[in-house]
Structures are given as C-alpha cells and as structure tokens.
C-alpha cells in the first residue's frame, strides 16, 4: 500500500492509472478508521481495480466551537486497519495544501442540505460538497462509496454529483453497528462509560419506531412524541432533532410510510450522535 501526500502526485497518479483503462474507486474519510470505514473499503475492493482512500480531517465542515482540533487522529492506526481492508493508496494530504492562502470557491448544494444537519450545523455540508468535489478532481474516481450513516451526507452527494455532472457512481453502503447496536464512529471515542451505555438511547428509539411502525402506526407526531419521551428518560442525553422525513428528498411527511426516514441526532454529554433508519428497509 502506497501513502500519497502530495496532490500533484495523486493526480499525476490517477491520470496514468486512468489512461491505461484502470477503474477508480473512492473511500473518502477523515480517518480514526473503524469497521464501518472498513466496510466501505472492502466493497470498493470488489468494484474497483485501484482503490483510493483518502484521511483528511477538512476544517470547512466544521462550525465555530466544534471539535475540529479534539478530532481524534492515528494515521498509524489507520495505515494498518485500510491496508488490511486491501486499499492500493491512502491519499492524507494536508490542509494547507487543500485550502491555500487565497482559497475562495466553494461548491454549495441547496435545497438538500437545509433540513436535519444542515439546519443543526449551518455551513457543514458546503464544506462537505466543495472537500468531495475536489477530491473527485485529485482521484478521478470511476466509484466512491459512502456510508449511510451519514444519511444526508449521501444524499447531498448524490446531487451534487448528479448536478454537476462528475462521472462517479455514488455507492451507499449500510450502517455497521457495535454488537449491541450502536452506530460505529469515530466520535464514539469521546464517550465516558456510562455515556457509551446511555448512547445505545438512539438506536433503541429507531428500535421503537420500527416495532411501532410495524404494528400500525404512521403518524409522525405519534412516533415523533413517543421517540422524544424514550430520550427524555436518559439524563446525559439532550435531542438535537428527531425527524421523520422522505428519504429521496428528506422533506418532512406527516404519514410515516416505507420511503420514511427517521433521522435522530442527540448529544450525549458533549458528544454528537446520528443515527437513521429508513422504514421500509432492513435496517
Ligand atoms: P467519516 O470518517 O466519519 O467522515 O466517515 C467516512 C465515511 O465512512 C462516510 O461515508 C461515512 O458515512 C462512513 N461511515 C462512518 N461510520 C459508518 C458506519 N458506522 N457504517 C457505515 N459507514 C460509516
């Protein structure tokens, strides 16, 4: 496995693997690779003839106030978990390479990235859209694959890929849990002992809508209330948002149905949690 820190080399890289007909495939990432980061790479191991992942931390989606400089890193770690997942490069290029002096274009989807984070975290998925576009331009991806974990981070690449004509076949790929259900990431690091237990709240809410769900019910105040209650009893926990939304456009609905998905951020202690379900699929 081969480290690639430079840009120009990685370009330079692409280019030729590209000319001799090689497929591309991406994993973007910012690293502290876990399983679920895993999964993506063994998938893109299968699609693709090279297979790029790429560490980067990227500032410009982070707010003022969140933990851009706590984020936890271990590039050594992370060498060791992509290397064994089969990746050919790891691209870990710098910031100031990124966003030199001077930098000033952004790439800014609409609509889509209103509702859920968006809202929540106001500029982070312009920093998403304008990191992934231009690491499509550095790795000249024929495939990148993305987690469903991030939900609305899929979906708003989806659209950007789609409007801005990248020619990338976007990948969604299903969330990888801890055994007892906890959605893998990185964040998972900064929970104490008992927030990593109280943590397991966002996944017994998606639980209890599902069941509740199944026996019938589809109003989203219902299942809304029901999920915030469920929250309320866990004392570290406080509700960033729950929402019951279409999964293709992520506009809330009223009747909860199998395009529905049901989106939860929820801070336990200082930590910020997501995790998703969409109803009419399996997980
Ligand atoms: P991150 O390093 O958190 O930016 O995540 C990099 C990629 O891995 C994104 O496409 C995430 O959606 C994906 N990912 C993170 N956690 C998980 C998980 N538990 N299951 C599946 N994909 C994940």
Known sequence: MQVI????????????????????????TMGYLHAGHGSLMVEGRKLSQLLVASIFVNPTQFGIGEDFESYPRNLDGDLAIAANAGVDVVFA???????????????????????????????????????????FNMVLPDIALFGKKDFQQLAVIRRMTMDLNFPVKIIGMPIVREADGLAMS??????????????????????????????????RTALQTAAQWLIAAVSSAKIDYIEFCDSRTLETVETVDENTL???????GKTRLIDNTVFGENQ
């Open 5 to 28: 820190e430079s840009v120009k080399d990685m370009q330079t890289f692409s280019a030729s693997a590209k000319k001799r007909g090689t497929v591309i495939g991406l994993v973007p």
């Open 93 to 135: 290029p710098k910031a100031a390479e990124i966003y030199p002096d001077g930098f000033q274009s952004y790439v800014n989807t609409e609509k889509i990235t209103l509702p859920l984070c968006g809202g929540s975290r106001p500029g982070h998925f312009r920093g998403v859209t304008t990191v992934v576009a231009k690491l």
């Open 186 to 219: 990185s964040r998972n690091a900064y929970l104490s002992t008992s927030e990593r237990q109280d943590a397991l709240c966002l996944k017994s809410c998606i639980d209890q809508a599902r069941a509740a769900y199944l026996s019938g019910e589809c109003s």
């Open 262 to 268: 049901m989106a939860l951020a929820v801070r336990v």
